[in-house]
Each structure stands twice: as structure tokens, then as C-alpha cells.
């Protein structure tokens, strides 16, 4: 690894060989000396380390034999599944073509370098829900490949049917917290030939209890085109659409956001109705779930010129309109520039990750405590100047499956 950085599974066995101190009573004699380790049934020590940060699993897992048998069990990850949340983890890279970078650990604030399964290159379409990670070629648009990062189990789904190319893609996946079963989906959108205005949008959707893809909805937008933005939220799917131009164009804003129910079999309406405009002058908007709400990260563009941004918002929408939550203080906004397109931002449970394209600096906001803070300095280094980074969060798992 770059800069003599081991993995992150030796990472946290290096310091796990450390025998479990006995503990004995007053006046104790030496016959009577007494394993904390030995007086705990399976079961409740089965649930204390479940409540564990991840790091601390793979580690107690190295203590002795039991501990390992325990975390490796059924039982164990049955255990595990009941723990709301481990705090979403923050993986970043750096955009080349061998994609290998560090994944953040906000609990013990800590960055751990990672190998990924199937992400080839950074450019790439990356989505992610609770502990599951869904790669898509950009090329093609036609390799997707389920992933979980922690387990490094993956799968490869079958190739969508329908619209086999196209100009813009947008890729989201859910995954129901119970049942584990996972639902994936693409927009896409393409030029309607010879004319600038049109554009065919299709969204397919492939369940994997019945591992089937389906064409939920195709339509011509005219005046605007989907990008590479959507997220799913309590069985909605959101996209942001842009204007081209020409139809309904609302005046000021160049964005807006189109809502799908993934329930309906077949759509039932124009899509173009669920039309819900953006807050302000909106620039490099980021959607995302944070405990089934929907968030949407942006920079707030100038009133006389939209490409350059003048800060940086954070809003969830409530019905049809938006509730701004924050804008990032304007001493932590100076180092991620003005131009249009300049972070990357993602986000789940009760945290946001931003950064800037490039740099590796990671800030995060937590939703609950309504608090800007600095993640600790990632590892990864520029290769060259111009060098950029991205990166996507997901929440770490061990019972969650492909």
C-alpha cells in the first residue's frame, strides 16, 4: 500500500494480542483467580460485542478461540442485525484507474485502507444502503455489481434489458433493513436525435427476490434531461432533472427534482407533474437518505451568475417543499472554491461527508447535533497537482448480503 499502509482487517488485528486480565475478589488467593472472559454466557457476550464499532469486532475476533467462534457465528450476526446503526463510513480515492483508497471511521476517527471488489475505475456510478455498495460501468451502463465492502461478498446482476446506451445515468439502491432483499434503479436519459430539447427517459428497476429486471416508465422530456443524481427514500424514487432549454422552464433555477413510486407497476401520469422545484440558484446538487428522509446537498449560486457558487446549503424536503437545515460557515465554504461542480458530497443515517474535488480534506455535519467538524487527515496522497478525489459513504455491515 501507498506509504507503508497495511489493510484495515490487519490494521485492527495488530493490536488484538492481548491476553484478557483476570479479576478476583477481596482476598482473593491464588487458587481463586477468576476469567471476567469465562464467567460470561455466550449469549451476553454475544451481545456486548455486537454493540462494537466494526474495527473493534475484527479485533475481539482475534482475542481467542471463543471470541472468534462467537463473531463468526449465525447467532452472532443475528445479533448484530438488531444494532440500529454503525455510523456511516466515508471512502475516498483518488479518480485514476486503479481505484484504491481509504474508507473513514467516524466512531474511532480513524481512515483504513481498503481494496474494493469489482470497482475498476473511479468513474464509475456508485450508490449505496445499509451495508450493501452497487457499482455501475459508465461506459456500458450494463455491468452492475452488488458489493459489501466490509465482507468483500459481491455479485454481478444480470444485464438491464431496454435502452442500452445513453448520454446521462443516475443509480440508486435500497435495502430493506429486515428481509435484506435490495432494490435497484437506473434513469436514464438520451437525446432525442435532431432535436436539443427532447430527451427519452426510461427507468428500470430489478428486484433481487425475484431477481428480474423491469422497464417501470418511459417518456420524451422536453426542456429538460435527467443527470447523474437519484436516490431512493421510503420506496420513492427521487432524480434531479436539468434544464435544456425551451418547455417548462422555471425562471432562475436550472435544476429540479422528479419523484417515482417504485410500488406502481406502471406509471401513472406524466412525470413531469411530480416536478418539484429547487430551493434557490442551484448548483452541484447532491441527493441522499438520511433515515428515510430526503436531503439534498448544494452550492447556492449568485443571482447574476449561477455557475459560480457563493455558498454551500443543506435542505430536507418536507411534502413538496423544501426546509433549508444549514449553510456551511463561510470559513470552512473559502477552501472549496467557486466554480460550478466542486464537491463531492454524500451522506446517510445522521451524517454528511463533503469534500472538494481537489482535495482530501473530509468535513462532516451531523444532522443531529446540527455541527460542522474536520475528519482526521486522510492518508491519501496527490500523485500530481491537478489530481482529483471522490469518494462515496456507506453504512458497515456483516450480516448484510448481496
Not at 456551511?328 to 477552501?335: A, S, Y
Not at 487527515?377 to 450480516?399: A, D, I, N
Request: charged share 20%; aromatic share 12%; net charge neutral.
Amino acid at each position: 500500500m501507498d506509504g507503508g499502509q497495511t489493510s484495515w482487517i490487519a490494521r485492527c488485528y495488530a493490536d488484538a494480542g492481548r491476553e484478557i486480565p483476570e479479576f478476583a475478589g477481596e482476598g482473593h488467593q491464588e487458587n481463586t483467580l477468576v476469567s471476567m472472559d469465562s464467567i460470561l454466557p455466550d449469549d451476553l457476550l454475544e451481545r456486548i460485542l455486537s454493540y462494537l464499532p466494526i474495527a473493534s469486532i475484527f479485533r475481539a475476533s482475534s482475542v481467542c478461540k471463543r471470541w472468534k467462534e462467537i463473531v463468526r457465528s449465525r447467532r452472532f450476526l443475528w445479533n448484530f442485525s438488531s444494532v440500529l446503526s454503525q455510523k456511516p463510513w466515508y471512502f475516498m480515492f483518488t479518480s485514476c484507474d486503479e481505484p484504491m483508497g481509504y474508507a473513514y471511521d467516524p466512531l474511532l476517527r480513524k481512515w483504513y485502507s481498503i481494496d474494493l471488489p469489482c470497482l475498476e475505475t473511479s468513474n464509475w456510478f456508485i450508490a449505496s444502503s445499509f451495508g450493501l455498495v452497487c457499482f455501475m460501468d459508465n461506459d456500458s451502463g450494463s455491468r452492475l455489481f452488488v458489493c459489501n465492502p466490509i465482507t468483500k461478498e459481491y455479485r454481478r446482476l444480470e444485464e438491464p434489458q431496454g435502452l442500452k446506451s445513453s448520454d446521462y445515468s443516475a443509480l440508486a439502491v435500497s435495502v430493506d433493513r429486515k428481509s435484506h432483499n435490495y432494490t435497484v434503479a437506473i434513469v436514464k436519459s438520451k437525446q432525442v436525435p435532431g432535436n436539443f430539447f427532447q430527451w427519452d427517459l426510461s427507468i428500470q428497476v430489478y428486484d433481487s427476490e425475484t431477481a428480474l429486471w423491469m422497464t417501470s416508465v418511459t417518456e420524451v422530456f422536453t426542456g429538460w434531461r435527467a443527470g447523474d443524481e437519484s436516490v431512493i427514500c421510503d420506496g420513492i424514487l427521487y432524480f434531479l432533472i436539468y434544464s435544456t432549454g425551451g418547455g417548462m422552464v422555471v425562471p432562475d433555477n436550472r435544476h429540479g427534482l422528479i419523484m417515482y413510486n417504485l410500488s406502481s407497476a406502471y406509471s401513472h401520469g406524466s412525470l413531469i407533474r411530480t416536478f418539484i422545484p429547487v430551493p434557490c440558484s442551484l448548483t452541484c446538487g447532491r441527493l441522499m437518505n438520511l433515515n428515510g428522509k430526503l436531503v439534498m446537498v448544494g452550492g447556492i449560486g449568485k443571482h447574476d451568475r449561477s455557475d459560480i457558487i457563493k455558498g454551500i446549503g443543506i435542505w430536507i424536503l418536507n411534502g413538496t417543499q423544501w426546509i433549508e437545515v444549514c449553510r456551511m460557515p463561510h470559513k470552512l465554504f473559502q477552501g472549496f472554491g467557486e466554480l460550478d461542480d466542486v464537491f463531492s458530497s454524500r451522506g446517510t443515517d445522521d451524517l454528511i461527508y463533503i469534500h472538494s474535488y481537489g482535495s482530501p480534506a473530509l468535513l462532516v455535519f451531523d444532522m443531529n447535533k446540527r455541527h460542522w467538524k474536520w475528519s482526521q487527515k486522510c492518508p491519501v496522497t496527490k500523485k500530481f497537482p491537478l489530481q482529483l478525489f471522490t469518494g462515496f459513504c456507506f453504512e458497515p455491515r456483516l450480516e448484510v448480503t448481496p
